[in-house]
């Protein structure tokens, strides 16, 4: 089996869910002396996002998609072997994740909290109803890079502006950007607040998330 | 330089299109639903009409005399008292005011009674309540009655209810823990909704509404199928299944109904398990993306109804509102949308109620 072919089953086994092929491969290509990073990224990470993508379509489901985490994981912890100490210290980013006081529901952002670990982000899920001084207290606790707010009713994406205003009030705002979703919360209203990021879905929330923790990194 | 016509967004605000930027839209909008559903996309003379409602310069559009549809309200009686944020005006009428209200004034064909908690789960304990308003209700109006809430399974699970919630147990990857929870989830919704539903049709209940179906995925709507099965058999209530959105969220991902994997469902094959199940009325939902125009969720959820209709030998009476159906996300979506929304859903789509 060459690089090209290796790839490929790695990304094949990661869309089938197939932790012992992925672990077998894993192993396989630090026998073969392939980078570990060039085979995490262009390989399983690229498996990674086609079950993304059939999620988005909905035509696999959650549980699937983290059992294909899963297998991912296992494959990367083999492949973590052969990296440099330092390299497997590093995260996608940190973020922190909550459903607005108020606002019970949690569907919808614990999606987004699946996918983002899946995708190798530190996650901090709050839970529901959860009150902005605890958001603003865990983005300073952790170094976050995101903090994502999540409000169904519109009684409660008022908590969302008020987010803005206390990371402000705390010196926060200009170290961590600002991500709003949920079933009332549009585009326009995280322009008008001020909010750096707004996904329509949670693959969406993860693509951007990714694409501004890129950015954070420079 | 080609004349623009103001078209709302996804949230309601307006932008200006062309003639020509606008068909673009719809063509991409009904596309998209035909490659998600895997159904027929609109013809071309159904996107000319759709072109007409929104080029026209009215504020408010109709049907012509004879295409007239049904005209029905669920959670109608808190619409006008209840003020939660997602809807309601916040007028302080008894929910018994608000049915007659929207009978004697609003011209509703039926109308629904409703608990303020709108979950069959807190219904239970209070259900004598519940079934002394609803005689009330029955003894002094004359459309057909339903009563409705949510299958909600959301209350079966931790800390609201005694089973593990999935979504802490799923980022845990206690993927096997999730399920089971959801499968026990199932059999106690089950019971609660067959014995609420049962008590109401005691006092003379027309009807019930099973509303807001597969909110919490496809344990939700397993649950229900099953319920309305149940009911069918023992009682001679109407039951309607009204659903959450327009694809069944795979919480569980291996829950089936007389081996139809769940997961995944469009309106088109939704309404078929919902008819084999034994109701009488299914109201499909098509969600609005806030980020695109009118034009283009107008398009996609009209291709997703006509598909669900056309697959259907029961009455569709569709979702239409907030944040469904075409209209934009607005806690009373605007009569320019909703109007033009309700046309294309009665003459392209046939649907047989709004």
């Given at each position: 089996m060459n690089e090209q072919e290796l790839m490929e089953a790695a990304a094949a086994a990661i869309v089938a869910a197939d932790e012992e092929k992925a672990v077998e491969l894993a192993r396989q290509a630090l026998e073969l002396g392939l980078d570990p990073v060039k085979v995490i990224n262009l390989g399983y990470s690229e498996g990674m996002k086609q079950v993304g993508d059939l999620f988005e379509r909905g035509q696999v489901f959650l549980p699937e998609v983290i059992i294909a985490s899963e297998a991912m994981v296992a494959a990367v912890d083999i492949l973590?072997?052969?990296?440099?100490e330092a390299e497997r210290e590093k995260t996608a980013g940190i973020a922190v994740l909550g459903t607005i006081e108020?606002?019970?529901?949690d569907i919808g952002k614990g999606i987004v909290a699946t996918l983002l670990r899946v995708y190798g982000f530190e996650v901090h899920d709050l839970g529901r109803d959860v009150p902005i001084d605890v958001f603003v207290a865990k983005v300073k606790e952790t170094g976050a890079h995101i903090v994502g707010s999540s409000a169904l009713m519109t009684t409660t994406m008022v908590g969302q502006r008020a987010l803005e205003q206390k990371l402000k009030d705390a010196g926060l705002r200009d170290k961590v950007k600002t991500m709003v979703g949920g079933a009332v919360v549009t585009q326009h209203w995280a322009d008008k607040i001020g909010a750096d990021g707004y996904a329509e879905d949670a693959q969406e929330a993860v693509q951007k998330a990714i694409e501004i923790a890129e950015t954070m990194r420079g | 330089m080609a004349e623009k016509y103001p078209v709302r967004m996804g949230d309601g605000h307006f932008v200006e299109m062309t003639a020509d930027e606008i068909r673009a839209h719809l063509i991409e909008g009904s596309e998209d639903a035909a490659d998600r559903g895997k159904i027929a996309p609109l013809e071309d003379s159904e996107y000319d009409f759709l072109l007409d409602l929104f080029t026209n310069p009215a504020r408010v559009v109709g049907v012509p005399q004879g295409h007239e549809v049904v005209l029905t309200h669920d959670i109608g009686t808190l619409r006008?008292?209840?003020?939660?944020?997602?809807?309601?005006?916040?007028?302080?009428?008894?929910r018994l005011q608000g049915i007659q209200v929207h009978e004697r004034?609003?011209?509703?064909d039926t109308m629904e009674l409703g608990h303020?908690?709108?979950?069959w789960k807190p219904v239970k304990p209070i259900i004598a309540q519940e079934q002394q308003v609803l005689e009330n209700v029955l003894l002094s109006t004359i459309v057909p009655i339903f009563y409705g809430a949510m299958?909600?399974?959301?209350?079966?699970?931790a800390p609201d209810g005694p089973f593990g919630n999935p979504s802490d147990l799923l980022p845990m990857a206690k993927i096997d823990e999730a399920r089971e929870a959801q499968e026990l989830a199932v059999e106690h919704a089950i019971r609660d909704m067959v014995y609420v539903a049962t008590k109401l049709w005691d006092v003379g209940g027309d009807a019930i509404n099973f509303d807001t179906t597969g909110a919490a995925g496809d344990a939700d709507f397993k649950a229900t199928l099953h319920a309305v099965e149940q009911l069918k058999d023992s009682t001679d209530l109407a039951i309607e299944v009204g659903m959450a959105g327009e694809f069944i969220l795979?919480?569980?991902?291996k829950l089936e109904y007389e081996g139809t994997r769940?997961?995944?469902?469009?309106p088109h094959d939704q309404v078929k398990l919902v008819e084999k199940a034994g109701a009488d009325i299914f109201g499909p939902v098509v969600n609005t993306n806030?980020?695109?125009s009118m034009a283009w969720n107008l398009a996609r959820a009209v291709t997703f109804v006509k598909a669900c209709v056309e697959a259907s030998n029961i009455p569709i009476h569709v979702n239409m509102g907030m944040g469904v159906g075409?209209?934009?996300?607005?806690?009373?979506?605007?009569i320019d949308s909703v109007s033009r929304a309700s046309v294309a859903m009665v003459e392209i789509a046939r649907v047989d109620g709004l």
């Open positions: 973590e072997e052969g990296l440099p108020g606002d019970v529901h | 006008l008292d209840g003020d939660q944020g997602n809807s309601g005006v916040g007028i302080p009428l008894s004034a609003f011209a509703a303020v908690d709108y979950s299958p909600n399974l959301g209350l079966y699970y795979g919480m569980h991902g769940l997961a995944g469902l469009f806030t980020s695109r075409g209209s934009p996300v607005f806690e009373t979506p605007p």
